[in-house]
């Protein structure tokens, strides 16, 4: 489980609802779908939440007040904590102030000292101290609320606070001005003082009077108590209570007269209009028959306002056949409303208007007889109903059209004109960019309240909706353009299918599929304009990086096809200076490969807005990558293998046939590197082995390179197992030339030693080589030139092999011998050494011991004498043939 989500920080601190704010922290989330809950002062905010980074989120505050902490919830850390606070608050509405409510600007009434004075409104209250709040924009920094939470500043309120009041508006006021504040203050008190002294000096009599009443009252109640107690105090409080009561009765009374007469002139008054109300019937259908639905929502307001509570038997009998007309006018709303096509403004102008009658008739019995629950919410559910009839009606229209289509139309069909998979991905493209905008804005209109009625709106639903019309969106454009993809799955899970068709149809609609993938990415960004979830961009976002990828790998194919025909371009010019005996071919397949890289990288791999890298590692696109590559550099390696196989079945290979049989080597070397005519087949495996050493040695890495200069990861493995496949076929191509001239060569040693019945058990004349040494020595003499001319680095793997043949041979031939004579032991000798010495740089441990294994088959072995004359001999030989053996004594030809 992750860690708990803890919120660090908040930009700005305080605000009144609906305020923006950037909430930052830590573990918020892994994702957007992990974020599940946001309160910020107890208010849920999570609709508004957007989800940036783990450590990011910007909401909008909800309608609470007070200080409170921001608590985000996550799905792998639970209920997170806060560390700081945000103050919500609720602005009071002032004269400059823009409100959408009428603020009462009238002057309040004041009553002091018995008489009545009009006091200024609190709006354009004067400062009480005289002095001026300018220059006073400087605010403490604490919350007024907590230092003061049971006070205001405001003088009109009883819990007025001076402190607060000081430190609202006069924080950067000086002590002197306060003084000379508090000064006029104490002069204005005074003057209401001496106002109330001048009223007693003028009233004196009348008070003294009132006084010697009051006194005479108290002497006369003293007097009663004593002649007759306390009763005729209850007696008085009963005559009280019953003038009470009867003043009560004759008030009501005139309640009741003035409420008739009032009822009398309204009554009046509506005669006096009755005009208006008896032609509101036929006004109402007519106004709904011109589209003028505003100005009945107008009339039949005034209408209810006029005589809704009226009591005339008249007038509610029009009233109700009104009221009729409207439910009729409703019913033909609600139908005009979910009626498509049409535009968004003209839905929002008819829901505006129904749900204005709507509420008008609400809780009233004809009201009752129709109820739309929300005309908004049908609208946007029609709106996706046509959107994705229009979606499914567009596909059926072009797959059927798609498979009427015989193969002998697609055949002639003219490259230039597009398929039908095509007009259809930028038909379903232009639908979806011109009418998933209006969706959407219709939703926004629904929850900003602009044409929301009396219920709660159904976000989850509407997101649903959205989800839903970009996922049918992305199935039927996988169903057209992914024709390689798993169909077999979207069928089942869709219930749609797009048949392949022939394959020269599917042919023609390959190289069109950068045309789609243009068209998806148009819609795609009309859709990111729209600030839409980020769940439904990834849908359309998950789609473009398979037709990415997918096209990617079509461009890949048919440079792949392109490259199976590189050996028609095969010259045998000998042009790579690093690797003698490679031809120009793997130049051509590099000038291949960087024209398709430069394709794929402007048709699809160089993402554009909002998508996504296709080379992430241990991805689809890598691996996509690699196995393209090795696709490629594999059939790369069969041409090289259809080159020299192919020339071996054109042409009849020459062989090293022994002169001495009376066959002469008719082999010509006609130089490759100088541009003759003739290459023979033993030239052209040369230079196709040469070719298979340079492209595991240099080219193939190269390669690699090549794709990270473009921005591609490294692919390793493609290339590698590349190297894998060009080693082996170099191998098999390497036996195969080895046998065809070491076969014939080897097949020459014994009838060349037996040659005129020669026998070891005879002595002999010595002092030379043997024949059949010899010819073996001009043998591989002129299968070294020939290596030599074409590729010196193939002549060791090749001699090598050869060399091991021919000492495996001598060994096998010398330990047939039952007996040597005395002069063919030296001679056997001086022929195996001279061998072994001149081919000691191509001889591997295996010929080593094949060469010491046939001397040691001479029987008997040689004595002192017999191995210095075999020495002189081999001297002699050797200081004879230098010429001839030189070649064999460069380690690194």
Not at 153 to 181: I, R
Not at 343 to 360: G, P, W, Y
Not at 556 to 584: H, M, N
Request: hydrophobic letters at 35%; a negative charge; one cysteine or more.
């Amino acid at each position: 489980m992750a860690p708990q989500p803890v919120v660090t920080g908040l930009s700005p601190k305080e605000g009144p609802p609906g305020t923006r704010v950037i909430i930052r922290g830590e573990f918020l989330g892994t994702r957007v779908q992990d974020l599940i809950g946001l309160k910020i002062c107890g208010s849920d905010c999570l609709l508004s939440a957007e989800w940036k980074s783990p450590n990011k989120i910007i909401a909008r505050t909800g309608p609470a007040k007070g200080k409170g902490d921001i608590i985000v919830s996550t799905l792998s850390g639970g209920v997170g904590t806060s560390t700081v606070q945000f103050r919500a608050y609720h602005e009071t509405i002032g004269p400059l102030k823009e409100s959408a409510v009428w603020i009462e600007e009238s002057p309040s009434q004041n009553f002091a000292w018995g008489r009545r004075t009009l006091t200024q409104s609190g709006l354009t209250q004067e400062d009480p101290l005289g002095l001026s709040i300018e220059g006073n924009e400087q605010k403490i920094p604490e919350d007024l609320r907590d230092l003061f939470p049971d006070a205001c500043g405001d003088l009109s309120q009883e819990h007025f606070s001076p402190s607060w009041f000081l430190l609202e508006n006069h924080l950067a006021t000086s002590f002197e001005d306060l003084k000379a504040g508090l000064a006029y203050l104490k002069r204005k008190v005074e003057s209401q003082k001496e106002g109330q002294l001048s009223f007693l000096k003028s009233n004196a009599g009348s008070v003294i009077d009132q006084l010697d009443t009051l006194m005479n009252i108290r002497d006369k109640l003293q007097e009663d108590v004593k002649l007759h107690g306390t009763e005729p105090l209850n007696i008085l409080e009963a005559s009280i209570e019953n003038s009470i009561s009867e003043s009560q009765k004759i008030f009501t009374d005139v309640l009741v007269r003035k409420e008739k007469a009032d009822s009398t002139r309204s009554v009046l008054f509506a005669l006096s209009r009755h005009k208006f109300l008896f032609c509101l019937p036929n006004s109402v259908d007519r106004r709904a028959k011109a589209g003028e639905y505003d100005i009945v929502v107008n009339d039949y307001s005034r209408a209810k306002n006029l005589f809704g509570k009226t009591e005339i038997p008249i007038f509610r009998k029009v009233l109700e056949e009104v009221d009729q007309r409207i439910l009729s006018i409703r019913k033909q709303l609600h139908e005009k409303v979910v009626k498509m096509p049409q535009s968004v403004d003209q839905q929002k102008k008819l829901i505006k208007a129904l749900t204005s009658l709507e509420l008008q008739q609400s809780g009233t019995p004809i009201g009752d007889k129709l109820r739309n629950i929300d005309p908004a919410w049908d609208a946007i559910e029609a709106r996706a109903k046509y959107l994705e009839a229009t979606f499914r009606q567009t596909f059926e229209q072009h797959a059927n059209k798609d498979a009427a289509g015989t193969p002998e139309k697609s055949k002639s069909r003219d490259p230039s004109q597009a398929p039908s998979r095509v007009n259809f991905c930028e038909e379903l493209c232009d639908i979806a960019a011109s009418q998933l905008p209006d969706l959407w804005r219709l939703g926004q209109l629904y929850f900003t309240g602009e044409l929301r009625g009396p219920h709660d709106p159904k976000p989850g639903d509407f997101k649903k909706m959205i989800l839903n019309a970009i996922e049918k969106f992305c199935v039927y454009l996988r169903l057209a353009i992914l024709i390689a993809g798993d169909q077999r799955a979207l069928r089942q899970s869709s219930g749609l299918s797009w048949s392949i068709g022939s394959a020269s149809a599917t042919h023609q609609f390959l190289p069109w599929i950068p045309q789609c993938l243009r068209y998806t990415r148009i819609a795609y960004a009309t859709l990111i304009g729209l600030d839409l979830p980020s769940d439904a961009l990834d849908i359309i976002q998950k789609l473009i990086d398979e037709v990415r990828l997918f096209c990617f790998s079509i461009i890949f194919k048919r440079s792949t096809d392109r490259c199976k025909k590189l050996g028609s371009q095969e010259t045998w010019e000998l042009g790579v200076e690093e690797y003698p005996g490679a031809t120009i071919l793997p130049a051509a397949l590099e000038a291949l490969l960087v024209e398709t890289l430069d394709e794929v990288q402007s048709v699809c791999m160089q993402p554009e807005t909002r998508e996504g890298n296709l080379l992430e590692p241990q991805s689809d696109g890598q691996r996509e990558v690699s196995q393209r590559l090795q696709e490629f550099l594999s059939t790369f390696s069969a041409v090289i293998e259809e080159l020299a196989f192919q020339s071996h079945d054109e042409e009849t290979p020459t062989h090293n046939v022994s002169q001495l049989l009376g066959f002469p080597n008719a082999q010509q070397l006609d130089s490759v590197a100088s541009g003759g005519a003739a290459v023979t087949w033993e030239q052209r495996m040369l230079c196709c082995l040469a070719n298979y050493a340079y492209c595991n040695k240099s080219f193939f890495p190269h390669i690699g390179d090549v794709f990270v200069r473009y921005g591609y990861p490294l692919p390793t493995l493609a290339i590698e197992t590349s190297r894998y496949t060009v080693n082996q076929l170099f191998t098999n191509l390497l036996e195969e030339y080895v046998e065809h001239k070491g076969d014939p060569l080897v097949g020459t040693i014994e009838p060349s030693m037996y040659l005129g019945r020669f026998q070891w058990d005879h002595e002999m004349e010595i002092g030379q080589l043997r024949p059949y040494a010899h010819e073996c020595c001009d043998n591989l003499v002129g299968v070294y030139s020939e290596i030599y001319s074409i590729s010196p680095a193939l002549l060791r793997p090749i001699l090598e092999s050869i060399v091991q043949t021919i000492s495996e041979e001598l060994a096998r031939l010398m330990s047939c011998v039952q007996r040597f004579s005395f002069t063919g032991a030296i001679q056997a000798h001086v022929d195996i050494r001279l061998l072994r010495d001149a081919l000691e740089c191509y001889a591997n441990e295996t010929a080593k011991n094949y060469f010491m294994e046939a001397l040691e088959a001479i029987n008997p072995p040689l004595n002192g004498e017999q191995k210095r004359k075999a020495d002189e001999i081999l001297e002699r030989v050797k200081r004879n043939m230098r010429l001839q053996l030189l070649c064999f004594s460069i380690k690194e030809p």
